[in-house]
């Protein structure tokens, strides 16, 4: 034992010194018989020892036996500050019913302890015990009137373990009843309801609270979030009445900031968030989100005035900050700057994205080692960014035209992640450019029966199948069921033009080709729909297609191979 608990530990054990009865009125007699009572010399020593062996045992990690010594104790001297003690270690070593049974004593001893009170609370709502739990926190609420509105706001944080919810609604709603004339009351109802799922009860409880105070920003915000879940411009009218009120209220403003956002009320959103900037200027709150509709509105500059602004101020996440900025340094060709800034995210979840936009930046600077290097060093540290960091990585090497390795590499973090769709979808692409159709197959196939109804692999599986003219039936039955999942897709149009054509059917197939080309003017539907007019004897219209396509995508792979075949 350290000396310092050592002297404490032998100081209290000489406190203890007196007998057990000692804590009665020195003037009432003992009932105890004269052969059982300990002398002050006889309990002296065994108090000693069985504080020493309490705090000896503890240390050593025999938790039961110091617990049996402190209650021991506790039973013996009825010294409030040891049943203290000995309640702790009853709790710490889970003897639930030996802890509470100290707290009745002390309470016993202590009629007025507000201590004992919230010991005996907790460990009841530990227990799970909320019909024994009602008196005591009634108690504990008329105790403590000084802090009653803060108590009555801290009583669901206090339940917030209980399981049975609606048990800590009914018990909420039984100590609040002396009290209903306080709005802290009706907002400790509503969440309790809230938390129950008793959502007809928690609004009428927050209104409740707002017509008692009616400038309370907790009791707005409170019937704001429970409007919301029943029609968000309800929430948006009441936050307003709300500021019609109360103008400098920053909380309920960014609140109906947030709630217009959420309803994609973007230019009403962007009011508020301006009308909060002029306000409070140097708040991180508010100049993120004014900053991500500034670059959802295209306003690149302003998007980046403050998000440069938020480098400078005490906002946590400063590695989003340095992802936006590499993505609008990138997009105006900056890449050296965009380079650092996608260097500069070292955690968070963008860590992985900002780590590939990096090394596709390096690509395009001629260091395609450096690239791959840069995605080695970085650890994956949960299945979703390896996945990433695989993704990232076979679409550099697709890019420099290594598709074989580029499946590789999906085919590996598929051995540790098999059911990933992500990687089962790249690794089928990656194979068909690899010459294996029979690994599509496979890939797509699984994927499928993972997520039967995914547009993307059922159009991937079906356009395989028409472009090596085989099982034409069942690829135009997946082409036209992932249409029906994502009507007017360009690129699955593609694919039903392109079996339409494999199956005989020009006239069907130049239609959907046409409709497709107007909807997304794509290189390779270019080249298919030059293809199926060239085979109609539609040449000119062809030549026509392809020369429009080839001036915009001078240097797609697909589109010159087509012209070469019938324009050698």
């Known amino acids: 034992m350290h000396p310092k608990h050592l002297v404490v530990a032998l100081s209290l054990a000489c406190s203890l010194g007196q007998p057990a009865w000692s804590a009665e009125p020195r003037n009432r007699p003992s009932q105890t018989p004269p052969q059982a009572m300990a002398t002050q010399g006889e309990l002296l020593p065994r108090s000693v020892?069985?504080?020493?062996?309490?705090?000896?045992?503890?240390?050593?990690?025999?938790?039961?036996?110091?617990a049996e010594a402190w209650?021991?104790?506790?039973?013996?001297?009825?010294?409030?500050?040891?049943?203290?003690r000995a309640t702790e270690i009853a709790g710490f070593a889970g003897q639930t019913e030996r802890a509470l049974a100290l707290t009745r004593l002390w309470l016993e001893v202590e009629p007025e302890s507000v201590k004992a009170r919230q010991n005996q609370a907790a460990l009841l709502i530990q227990s799970s015990r909320l019909d024994q739990l009602a008196p005591q926190l009634a108690v504990l609420l008329a105790q403590d009137s000084h802090n009653l509105a803060n108590n009555l706001l801290h009583l669901n944080r206090m339940?917030?373990?209980?399981?049975?919810?609606?048990?800590?609604?009914a018990l909420v709603q039984r100590v609040t009843e002396p009290y209903l004339d306080k709005a802290e009351a009706h907002i400790a109802r509503a969440q309790a309801a809230l938390a129950s799922g008793d959502t007809q009860a928690a609004l009428p409880a927050a209104e409740k609270a707002l017509e008692l105070r009616p400038g309370w920003e907790l009791a707005a915000l409170a019937r704001a979030q429970l409007q919301a879940r029943q029609d968000p411009a309800l929430a948006s009218a009441g936050l307003r009445q709300f500021l019609d009120r109360q103008p400098a209220s920053r909380d309920v403003r960014l609140a109906l900031a947030r709630t217009l956002l959420a309803q994609k009320q973007f230019d009403a959103a962007r009011r508020e968030y301006q009308h909060l900037l002029q306000a409070h200027p140097a708040d991180p709150d508010i100049i993120y989100p004014v900053a991500m509709l500034a670059l959802q509105h295209g306003d690149a500059e302003t998007g980046?005035?403050?998000?440069?602004?938020?480098?400078?101020?005490?906002?946590?996440?400063?590695?989003?900050?340095?992802?936006f900025l590499g993505q609008i340094d990138e997009d105006q060709q900056r890449l050296s700057e965009a380079l650092a800034h996608y260097q500069a995210v070292t955690a968070g979840e963008r860590f992985v994205a900002a780590r590939a936009r990096a090394a596709h930046l390096l690509i395009r600077q001629g260091q395609p080692a450096a690239a791959r290097e840069l995605l080695h060093q970085t650890e994956g540290?949960?299945?979703?960014?390896?996945?990433?960091?695989?993704?990232?990585?076979?679409q550099l090497l697709r890019e420099a035209g290594q598709h074989g390795d580029a499946y590789k590499i999906l085919a590996t973090a598929l051995v540790k992640q098999p059911n990933n769709p992500e990687l089962l979808y790249d690794a089928a692409l990656s194979a068909e450019r690899a010459g294996r159709p029979d690994k599509l197959e496979s890939h797509l196939q699984h994927l499928l029966t993972l997520q039967p109804d995914d547009p993307h692999a059922l159009n991937a599986l079906g356009y395989s199948w028409a472009d090596r003219n085989i099982r034409l039936p069942e690829a135009e039955t997946l082409i036209r069921r992932a249409l029906d999942q994502t009507p007017n897709d360009p690129f699955i149009m593609d694919s039903l033009g392109w079996v339409q054509f494999r199956r005989g059917q020009s006239e069907a197939a130049i239609k959907?080709?046409?409709?497709?080309?107007?909807?997304?003017?794509?290189?390779?539907?270019?080249?298919?729909?030059g293809e199926v007019l060239w085979a109609a004897g539609q040449r000119d219209a062809a030549r026509r297609i392809w020369q429009e396509a080839s001036e915009?995508?001078?240097?797609?792979?697909?589109?010159?191979?087509?012209r070469q075949k019938f324009q050698p």
């Open 159 to 169: 339940l917030a373990r209980v399981n049975d919810k609606a048990g800590a609604q």
């Open 381 to 394: 540290r949960t299945p979703t960014e390896r996945s990433q960091l695989a993704l990232a990585e076979a």
């Open 552 to 562: 915009r995508h001078p240097n797609n792979a697909t589109l010159t191979e087509t």
């Open 49 to 66: 020892f069985q504080v020493l062996l309490g705090e000896l045992a503890l240390q050593r990690g025999a938790i039961d036996l110091s």
């Open 512 to 529: 959907t080709l046409e409709a497709a080309y107007r909807l997304k003017a794509d290189p390779e539907i270019a080249a298919h729909l």
């Open 71 to 84: 209650a021991d104790l506790a039973e013996r001297t009825h010294d409030p500050k040891v049943i203290a």
């Open 304 to 323: 980046r005035s403050h998000l440069e602004k938020l480098l400078d101020t005490g906002f946590p996440d400063k590695s989003s900050i340095h992802f």
